[in-house]
């Protein structure tokens, strides 16, 4: 059964690993990667991914995206938003501790944050408007 417009966003806006899809070009399979993201209802999802990474290459070629979350507990239930990408900027700080705090206890925020900064590099904010969206609850397995 499909989700309401509401129940999905709300799906959504929980603190999920989505997988990220994007076109890889006419002779290769989409690129789908796990990617941590944040998203009110309502409003627009956007993430954060290296600045000089292939992953935001193809975003920039493609110039859209999809996200996809799931959950089999306590019942089978997915959702999928396509759209076109609205949005580039520079990664803030800022930004990298709000995304950590959504996925991670708060005790390992700041540790997680040192790290990335150092490991990762450079991010890029890319934010999308959602503009196709696919939902259903398929119920208790």
Request: proline share 5%.
């Given at each position: 059964m499909a989700l309401s417009t509401n129940e999905r966003e709300a799906f959504l806006a929980q603190p999920h690993i989505a997988a990220l899809s994007v076109e890889a070009g006419s002779d290769?399979?989409?690129l789908v990667v796990p990617i941590w993201y944040q998203y009110e209802p309502g409003g627009n999802p956007w993430f954060l991914?290296?600045?000089?990474?292939?992953?935001?290459?193809?975003?920039?070629?493609?110039?859209?995206?999809?996200l996809m979350v799931e959950t089999i507990e306590?019942?089978?239930r997915y959702v999928a938003?396509?759209?076109?990408?609205?949005?580039?900027?520079?990664?803030?700080?800022?930004?990298?501790?709000?995304?950590?705090?959504?996925?991670l206890p708060a005790d390992k925020v700041d540790a997680y944050v040192e790290f990335a900064t150092v490991d990762h590099g450079?991010?890029?904010?890319?934010?999308?408007?959602?503009?196709q969206w696919i939902s259903s609850d398929l119920g208790t397995v």
């Open positions: 290769r399979a989409p991914t290296g600045t000089t990474s292939r992953k935001l290459d193809l975003i920039r070629a493609a110039g859209r995206c999809t306590p019942s089978i938003v396509s759209g076109d990408v609205i949005d580039y900027s520079d990664g803030t700080r800022d930004q990298l501790t709000e995304m950590a705090a959504r996925y450079d991010q890029t904010k890319v934010v999308f408007a959602p503009g």
